[in-house]
């Protein structure tokens, strides 16, 4: 061991240089890969540094990370030994840079085998910087799937650097333009590619799913008025309740609903389908444009709808980003859990606050809701109705709290369809038509906002507003006698505001009239009905 002579710049110098015919004979190696942490839809770079040094044979992964990383050493050691390497007798210590940031998923297996080859020295450590690495490894060195490969390879396109990703998700990876992707099988062909004794083929670009027929309008005998207000909700994006007794066609609507709204733009696209691969849910690497329609049974929890849990995963509110989420039956929801639903509504992104992270999702979504009128479903019928009406309503209303109710931009009634009704031939206008005006009206709002970054008119706020949501003189008269008569809150004067812009760009008029107005005014919350 050498001994340090003097204090002073020329001892310390002496004292390195004698430090280096140790480090070239193996004694202490160190090698690096880049991979990615998860947090929402951010990917933080991550620095996977292995050291091989002399001491007792340990293998040790340090960094912060989580059981499935802790157990990534039984993972990489068994696929190791399925290709016949066998660890080396030195003390192996891979560390996870920064190693104040937690470290979550299985997708770290890849990088830290990559890691631990370099420094045996089974690949060039200089080749494995110029890629990011994500994948989970078999136990006999199958290279398998992880959620978050879309992000990783839009975190390796703005890095300048290529992915190594497993071969069932390389086309998922492609959409990330610019970059080379290796996609491998297993461990040995990865291997083979990266020393050139054998060429991995570029995987596929993924595909594009076509939108699947859903229920059409057709379908729906009678409900003119719930039609109409479907038909504003979709062309402006925003909320509605329906509410009306069982089997009068609310569920139906509300699936109808996906058929009428125009297709997700490619940018539109994209942005889904990174919350869809941080869940998981991005199978073969197809992207579909066809908006999200998300339902959850009305038992989900708190965390199940807005996101979160031990490792925090995107909810229900953001897997329906840029589409609808449907809530059946409404007040059987738990209190809290809608509550919690009333900041992503007005802000259009979920923040969810633990101790050790701080994570935020998209969730601008259209919420459509339905709902008995109360828990009978039959109030206004002397003949069905329970005794308790009209308390057994607002017993059951209440248990939908006021300010999520003011959310709520269109309510309307969906009355019973009788025998006589369905004996009807269909209708003569479907989803079809009613899409076509749909397609029109957000074209116009789309053309609107454009420099604002606003999609339709249920983002409309503040300098917009008055630019384009200011009616008339005969407009803004009933505007104002209708806010003191029912005494709308602020927010809900904005809304009918934004409501009465989509009925206007419906009848393609570029002013706010008040015929608009009066047609907004009638789709606000009504008292219950004794």
């Not at 003189?473 to 029912?486: F, I, S």
Request: proline letters at 8%.
């Amino acid at each position: 061991m050498p001994t340090r002579q003097a204090s002073g710049e020329a001892a310390d110098i002496a004292g390195l240089a004698a430090w280096r015919p140790l480090l070239g004979e193996g004694l202490l190696v160190v090698a690096l890969e880049r991979t990615v942490a998860y947090l929402g839809l951010e990917a933080r770079s991550v620095e996977v540094q292995c050291q091989l040094a002399s001491g007792l044979p340990r293998f040790s992964v340090v960094g912060l990370p989580d059981k499935a990383v802790s157990e990534s050493r039984e993972r990489v050691q068994a696929a190791l030994a399925a290709m016949g390497l066998a660890l080396p007798p030195k003390r192996i210590t891979v560390n996870l840079s920064p190693a104040d940031l937690p470290k979550d998923g299985s997708h770290y297996d890849l990088p830290i085998a990559l890691a631990l080859l370099g420094a045996m020295g089974v690949v060039d450590r200089e080749q494995l910087a110029d890629f990011v690495a994500v994948g989970e490894l078999a136990l006999d060195g199958r290279i398998v799937g992880s959620p978050g490969v879309l992000l990783a390879a839009m975190h390796a396109s703005e890095a300048e650097c290529g992915l190594i990703c497993p071969a069932a998700q390389g086309a998922e990876a492609r959409w990330a333009s610019g970059i080379p992707v290796i996609a491998a099988p297993d461990l040995v062909s990865l291997l083979g590619h990266l020393k050139g004794t054998q060429q991995l083929s570029a995987p596929p670009l993924g595909e594009v799913e076509d939108a699947v027929p859903g229920p059409d309008l057709k379908q729906v005998k009678g409900q003119e008025t719930a039609k109409r207000a479907l038909e504003i909700a979709a062309a402006g994006g925003h909320n509605l309740l329906m509410s009306g007794p069982p089997g009068a066609g609310k569920s139906l609507l509300a699936a109808c609903l996906p058929g009428i709204l125009p297709p997700l733009t490619p940018a539109e696209a994209l942005e889904v389908s990174m919350v869809q691969s941080v869940a998981g849910l991005l199978e073969g690497g197809r992207i579909s444009r066809t908006r999200p329609f998300r339902a959850p049974h009305h038992s989900a929890s708190m965390a199940a709808l807005t996101g979160g849990g031990l490792k925090v995963r995107p909810g229900e509110v953001s897997l329906a980003h840029l589409g609808v989420l449907f809530l059946d039956e409404l007040p059987e929801f738990q209190r809290p859990v809608l509550d919690s639903l009333r900041q992503p509504l007005e802000t259009g992104k979920v923040d969810v606050a633990r101790a050790n992270a701080h994570v935020s999702f998209p969730a601008r979504v259209q919420l459509i809701a339905a709902m008995n009128p109360c828990r009978c479903g039959h109030l206004g019928d002397p003949s069905l109705a329970c005794s308790r009406a009209p308390r057994c309503a607002a017993d059951y209303q209440s248990k939908v709290s006021g300010p999520m109710l003011d959310r709520i931009d269109l309510h309307v009634e969906v009355e019973p369809v009788s025998a006589s009704d369905l004996a009807l031939p269909p209708p003569a206008e479907g989803s079809a038509e009613v899409a076509a005006r749909v397609a029109a009206a957000r074209a116009l709002q789309g053309k609107r906002g454009e420099e604002a970054g606003v999609r339709t008119n249920a983002e409309l706020d503040g300098d917009m507003l008055e630019r384009f949501a200011t009616p008339d003189e005969a407009g803004r008269m009933l505007l104002m006698q209708a806010a003191e008569a029912m005494r709308l809150s602020a927010r809900s004067y904005v809304r009918m505001l934004r409501v009465a812009r989509t009925i206007a760009d419906l009848s393609h008029s570029e002013q706010i009239g008040r015929v608009h107005v009066a047609e907004a005014l009638s789709y606000r919350r009504q008292a219950p009905r004794a």
